[in-house]
């Protein structure tokens, strides 16, 4: 044990004498200081940075954007891995085999690498173009926009559409804005809209859902239950706890809802997703469902609200996406709006627009429009009440004021 | 007319090394000095040159801008040096410590009204512990506060809290004479252990407020928000809870003797206690044997490599080296470990001994036990953390939003207004209360922030653009 340790230690050493051997070649002044972001990128990787604090606070909280982020990454496990299986279960049973677990899995595996790493090498690449132009960091945000791109689309997605979408969410959804925190759309669901909208026929219809062949798609697939309810059914074909559990058709890894709130669990226990705007999405859905449901004019308004919940991609949006910290609003009662807004409007879309099945995408691009908005309109209340104040203070006159006490700062 | 004050957002850090209850007295330091720079907006001029000689409470340098206004001398002694810095800024006006001391003296008869408490206070340059909210400058002797506040508690990370020290007699002495000052309120905040200590006869206008809660509950600018927060063009001033003993002895018996309980505290002090010295002691004086010896030679006082030692708290200190001097302001000398080491996978690793607000690490998820000394919470787990002055990552853009207002207990949108500050939009800054705080009211915002923005030194930057407007 002793051994492996002061082995352990020696190749981190080496590793580091490695990279401060070659950092002079890609700093200021080097032959390859054109890599400069690059190298950081990979160098920050590997190490966490001796850089110790200037001014201000002398001690700093452990936490930075690359934890934040992994967190993040790693929420998204549960739902990745079950979306994987699920690939492979919706071939068999399309094609009628039988298979083994592991066999569904590897087949999904198959299938769903090939787009993270489309994803990731467009992505990151254009990235890291862009922070060395500016001559900034690489920021760690596509971390986790590079791995939700390819766990929002059809399984089915040509590579080509995925690398054009992944390309058009970074430059104009992100970079054009100046780069991770400046942008104002959630540059996943940039990336969704662009294949929604630019290629409508790859991203509709009954048989882009399920991998009938090992590449392209069968007719004969199965409809997701968003489709069967647009085209009039009483209720989706699968039951509530299929789509609970998540063994139906849809975009890659958003059909679980319960491996979906076991990153939900991990993202609000460790503080990095805001419970106030998860919580006020799925109760304004579940507002809007009761509505529906009193109204009742037709099947789909009469289906009970909580089938919102586990059908589409609700779950997936209302966990990771509406929660994006940059596109979201940013004040306590502001996002409580701005949940409840995305959730509304998610069940609106399903339920009354003849165009679009799945309500949330557009639902949660509309909010982030109108996020700064929301914060504004608070913020404002705020500047109101301090100006009252003041005016107050100015007629009562200085030293006749009363001082409040029992005073509780919530 | 007393209340209390419950205050919920803020974090107390788990940082381990308070001091003692033991005092050392150090009045033998030899040498002292007075630095300009710990005073917000002060334009220094010399009044005396190299080789002088000095007496307690003699002008060494005044405010070129307000004349009034003077840095005396805490000892009697030599001008030993002129200690300049960039561009010929003083940097500290070094005095040697002579054998004989003599005390300054007046009356105290005449020490009984508004105007003899202020002459008195600014000959002998107690005046300069007076600050002013907002803005935190010396406070201008013309002006009719409308409130003074005096927390008698620090909460911050290891803040001293000597009550068994203090002289309740000439605090509350003291307490009398600021109610002259103004014709507002003097507002007292404490804990609760201290409300029992606390009477104060004479002047109806003393309030005593019990307040509790996680720091920054001790925080003038957390009391005055909570209490009655400041409006535009409103002034409050404020003491130190010592300097307001001192106050209380010059009023009392006429004599001056400015003196200072300090706190060597911090996880790399090697005995974390108390010690009594004159103000403006030199931190070599002070910390001799406080740096264990494997540090020592590491030390260089130019950069302080290995231990990093700080006048004040770990929070809103400032970085000093041995040849330096405590700050005006500050009772608390805290050193801890230089973080000047790489981590690897650091992002990664369960992260046992790694504090953080958020529970991205394992840490977080130990189990905790939290005590109470003083009536500040300290807490310790199972593997302790290890506190360093490592940035624990790269500056970024502000990005996590919604996590600030948990540390922040006041009535405004910090994130606004750390936002309104970094572009420097006078107008909007006003609207969203900028003259409510101080960059340390905002110290826990930078602690936990992710993104590892410079937030005081932000919020100090647009509290001076404001205050060069005002004037």
Not at chain 2, 256 to 262: A, D, F, K, N, S
Request: charge should be neutral; include cysteine; aromatic fraction near 10%.
């Amino acid at each position: 044990m002793r051994r492996a340790g002061s082995r352990w230690q020696a190749a981190v050493s080496g590793l580091r004498g490695f990279i401060d051997k070659i950092k002079p070649t890609f700093s200021e002044g080097g032959k390859m200081a054109w890599l400069q972001s690059t190298f950081e990128a990979f160098e920050t990787f590997a190490f966490t940075p001796n850089t110790t604090t200037k001014q201000g606070a002398h001690i700093r909280d452990a936490v930075d954007m690359k934890r934040s982020m992994i967190t993040v990454v790693i929420a998204l496990m549960p739902a990745l891995l079950f979306g994987m299986w699920n690939i492979g279960w919706q071939h068999f049973s399309l094609i009628g085999g039988q298979s083994s677990f592991w066999a569904c899995f590897a087949f999904g595996l198959v299938r769903m690498l090939p787009l993270i790493a489309v994803s990731y090498i467009v992505g990151l690449a254009i990235e890291f173009a862009f922070a060395q132009i500016r001559h900034h960091e690489v920021n760690e945000g596509f971390l986790v926009t590079g791995l939700i791109i390819p766990m929002i689309v059809p399984v089915t997605t040509p590579l080509w559409q995925l690398a054009l979408a992944v390309a058009f969410a970074v430059v104009i959804g992100k970079e054009v804005f100046g780069g991770t925190g400046m942008n104002f759309l959630n540059p996943a669901l940039v990336a969704r809209a662009f294949l929604f909208f630019a290629y409508p026929t790859h991203m509709s219809g009954d048989s882009v859902w399920t991998a009938a062949k090992w590449w392209g798609t069968d007719a004969i697939a199965g409809a997701t239950p968003l489709g069967e309810m647009m085209g009039g059914g009483i209720r989706p074909s699968a039951s509530l706890l299929d789509m609970f559990v998540g063994t139906v058709a849809g975009s890659t890894c958003e059909t679980s809802a319960i491996a979906i709130l076991i990153g939900a669990l991990m993202l609000l226990g460790s503080g990095i997703a805001s419970w106030r705007i998860m919580l006020s999405v799925f109760v304004g859905g579940g507002a809007m469902g009761l509505l529906f449901n009193l109204i009742g004019a037709n099947s789909y308004m009469q289906l009970p609200f909580y089938y919102h919940y586990v059908m589409g991609g609700f779950m997936f949006g209302a966990v990771f996406m509406a929660t994006d910290p940059v596109t979201s609003a940013q004040t306590n009662i502001g996002k409580w709006i701005y949940g409840l807004l995305i959730g509304l409007f998610a069940v609106l879309l399903r339920v009354v627009n003849p165009a679009y099945p799945e309500g949330m995408m557009l639902s949660i691009l509309l909010m982030n429009c109108f996020a700064p908005l929301i914060d504004h309109c608070v913020v404002a209340a705020n500047i109101r009440k301090r100006k009252k104040r003041w005016v107050r203070a100015q007629t009562v006159g200085s030293g006749q004021r009363v001082a409040g006490s029992n005073k509780d700062i919530k | 007319m007393d209340g209390k004050i419950k205050i919920h957002k803020g974090l107390d850090i788990p940082i381990g090394g308070a001091a003692e209850r033991r005092t050392s007295d150090m009045r033998l330091i030899k040498t002292y000095g007075i630095q300009p720079s710990d005073f917000v907006g002060l334009t220094p001029r010399l009044d005396v040159r190299e080789g002088d000689l000095v007496e307690v409470g003699q002008a060494v340098v005044c405010d070129k801008n307000n004349p009034k206004i003077q840095l005396t001398s805490p000892v009697c002694g030599t001008v030993k040096e002129i200690r300049r810095g960039e561009r010929r800024a003083i940097e500290a006006v070094v005095i040697e410590k002579s054998e004989e001391q003599k005390s300054w003296h007046r009356d105290p008869a005449s020490l009984q009204s508004r105007e003899g408490i202020i002459e008195a206070m600014i000959d002998c340059g107690l005046w300069t512990m007076v600050r002013q909210r907002p803005f935190g400058t010396i406070a201008n002797p013309d002006d009719n506060p409308r409130d003074i506040f005096i927390s008698l508690f620090d909460s911050a990370p290891l803040g001293p809290c000597p009550n068994w020290a203090v002289n309740w007699q000439w605090l509350a002495a003291g307490l009398n004479a600021l109610s002259l000052l103004t014709d507002g309120k003097v507002h007292v905040c404490g804990r609760e252990v201290q409300s029992s200590r606390f009477k104060v006869q004479g002047s109806e206008n003393i309030v005593f407020h019990e307040v509790s809660g996680p720091h920054p509950a001790g925080n003038i600018g957390t009391q005055i928000a909570a209490i009655a927060p400041l409006n535009k063009g409103e002034r409050v001033w404020t003491m130190n809870p010592q300097d307001v003993v001192t106050l209380g002895q010059l009023v009392t018996t006429g004599d001056y003797r400015p003196e200072r309980l300090v706190a060597v505290t911090g996880p790399a002090a090697a005995h974390p206690q108390y010690y009594r010295i004159t103000p403006g002691a030199s931190l070599g004086e002070v910390l001799n044997g406080q740096l264990s010896s494997k540090d020592y030679p590491k030390l260089d006082a130019a950069n302080g490599f290995g231990t990093r030692i700080i006048s004040g708290n770990v929070l809103s200190g400032r970085k000093a080296t041995l040849d330096g001097f405590l700050g005006a302001y500050d009772s608390q000398v805290t050193l801890i470990e230089e973080g000047d080491s790489y981590d690897f996978m650091g992002w990664l690793m369960p992260g046992l001994r790694k504090h953080s607000f958020s529970r991205t690490f394992l840490s977080g998820l130990m189990p905790k036990n939290w005590f109470t000394v003083h009536g500040s919470r300290f807490m310790i787990n199972g593997f302790g953390f290890n506190f360093n002055t490592n940035l624990h990552g790269g500056v970024r853009p502000l990005v996590f939003t919604g996590n600030f207002e948990r540390v922040f207990p006041f009535d405004i949108y910090p994130t606004q207004l750390i936002k309104a500050a970094i572009i420097g939009d006078i107008d909007l800054m006003e609207q969203l209360g900028i003259y409510e705080v101080e960059p340390e009211d905002l110290a826990l915002c930078e602690y936990i922030d992710p993104s590892k923005t410079e937030i005081q030194a932000i919020i100090r930057k647009a509290l001076e653009l404001c205050r060069k407007e005002s004037v």
